[in-house]
Antibody, heavy 124, light 108 residues
Framework: EVQLLESGGGLAEPGGSLRLSCAASGFTFTTEAMGWVRQAPGKGLEWVSDISGSGSGSYYGDSVKGRFTISRDNSKNRLFLQMNSLRVDDTAVYYC?????????????????WGNGTTVTVSS | SSELTQAPSVSVSPGQTARITCSGEALAKTYTYWYQQKSGQAPVLVIYEDNKRPSGIPERFSGSTSGTMATLTISGAQVADEGDFYCFSTDITGNHRVFGGGTKLTVL
């Protein structure tokens, strides 16, 4: 069974940093793209970032580009999200995601398995 | 354009057919994916590549597209189907991952 378990959420001040971690199991981690999707309180879903299986390629949503960094440790089946220069509007539940990649007429990246999420609150 | 537009809410009676739409310029050329999110839970993929159902998703869930609009249809909706539904795709450049704003389905 595929399992994704997030950790590292909590309270941070504006301008501060947090590092999220996701422990993956039940599949061959090194061959799968992974990502993060967030959901602000009472709001919809927002794609934050994703990374290729090898870690050589990554994508960031416009709202986090330059502030967040995604990485992975394939030896430990772990995914990370380093969040710097945090803003109040980064407050959200952050979901770890297993990302399926389909190269069709376009390259499609979509979530096929979700973690249960970890809550990040940015407030002074 | 990278926007996907959904109606905020849809309401049907149990046993009726619920139709949830998603519109966007890119959908004329890109595939649509649909997620269901029940209250307090993580989302679940219910339709991928316009009209394919992942294993374990009931047959009453189906997807279709026409031009710039995608539709998720729930035939014989049940109270257990209530939740928020999000469409998802790539933008016309293939460079951005985009969610629709979500539609709250009420079955009562």
């Amino acid at each position: 069974e595929v399992q994704l378990l997030e950790s590292g959420g909590g309270l941070a001040e504006p301008g501060g940093s947090l590092r999220l971690s996701c422990a993956a199991s039940g599949f061959t981690f090194t061959t799968e793209a992974m990502g993060w999707v967030r959901q602000a309180p009472g709001k919809g879903l927002e794609w934050v970032s994703d990374i290729s299986g090898s870690g050589s390629g990554s994508y960031y949503g416009d709202s986090v580009k330059g502030r967040f960094t995604i990485s992975r440790d394939n030896s430990k089946n772990r995914l990370f999200l380093q969040m710097n220069s945090l803003r109040v509007d980064d407050t959200a539940v952050y979901y770890c995601a297993k990302v399926e990649v389909r190269r069709l007429n376009f390259n499609y990246y979509y979530v096929d398995v979700w973690g249960n999420g970890t809550t990040v609150t940015v407030s002074s | 354009s990278s926007e996907l537009t959904q109606a905020p809410s849809v309401s049907v009676s149990p046993g009726q057919t619920a139709r949830i739409t998603c519109s966007g310029e890119a959908l004329a050329k890109t595939y649509t994916y649909w997620y269901q999110q029940k209250s307090g839970q993580a989302p679940v993929l219910v339709i991928y590549e316009d009209n394919k159902r992942p294993s374990g998703i009931p047959e009453r869930f189906s997807g279709s597209t026409s031009g710039t609009m995608a539709t998720l249809t729930i035939s014989g909706a049940q109270v257990a189907d209530e939740g928020d539904f999000y469409c998802f795709s790539t933008d016309i450049t293939g460079n951005h991952r985009v969610f629709g704003g979500g539609t709250k389905l009420t079955v009562l």
